[in-house]
């Protein structure tokens, strides 16, 4: 009995992954489908075992048009992360949502939230950060993109046939995923067929968007 326990603890240490962080930042606003989905792509097509989902308090990209406030957005999120636990109970991909860049306020830049989990999410000298194929040809506009260059490590989802200029000098792993069509402005003009079920909820308890 002994040697067969000692077997099977074996068996489950080899089947355990090795845990990898990274980051995906974004307004979330509203979080929807897309992002759902998202998740489900990291936790199947890439090694990564740990996703801390980082709001931004103000996109740099999106001063004055955010429409929800970061406390919702937070908790818009949240549930979020319930309804990708019910759609996808298989996943093994661990969620964090931070609100670190609420706490500091002001004009979220990438740049600070990556040297802010350096140290906690390093990986081989880098910290791997998510992103989309639309977002490459934007990277040299970032603030304070020569650190990013050096310090970062970009996970991109495509779609396998989109071309994208490479910004020179920066790390790129791209996935080729299958993405799902939604939009947070259609979400914000009405269009709710791209809300998880919890998100929708929350949304019509609290009035959200309906300006």
Not at 11 to 20: A, D, Q
Not at 125 to 140: A, C, Q, R, S, Y
Request: proline share 4%; glycine share 6%.
């Amino acid at each position: 009995m002994e040697a067969l326990l000692l077997l099977s603890t074996e068996m489950r240490s080899i089947e355990m992954k090795t845990e990898k962080k990274a980051l995906l930042g974004g307004s979330f606003d509203p979080v929807h489908m897309g992002h759902i989905n998202l998740f489900h792509n990291i936790s199947n097509l890439t090694d990564i075992t740990t996703l801390y989902v980082v709001p931004a308090y103000v996109s740099a990209f999106k001063v004055g048009h955010q429409s929800a406030t970061f406390d919702d957005r937070m908790a818009m999120l949240n549930y979020a992360i319930l309804d990708y636990s019910d759609l996808y109970p298989l996943d093994d991909l661990c969620i964090v949502v931070s609100d670190w860049e609420g706490e500091q306020g002001g004009v979220s830049f990438t740049s600070e939230t990556i040297k802010h989990f350096f140290d906690e999410m390093e990986d081989n000298g880098k910290v791997n950060f998510i992103v989309g194929t639309d977002i490459i040809p934007t990277l040299p506009r970032w603030h304070d993109w020569e650190y990013l260059k050096k310090n970062v490590r970009f996970y991109c989802f495509s779609r396998g046939v989109e071309k994208v200029e490479i910004p020179e000098d920066v790390e790129i792993i791209f996935i080729d995923s299958p993405l799902t069509d939604a939009s947070s402005t259609e979400i914000r003009e009405g269009n709710r067929s791209m809300l998880s079920p919890s998100v929708l909820e929350y949304i019509d308890d609290t009035g959200l968007y309906k300006d």
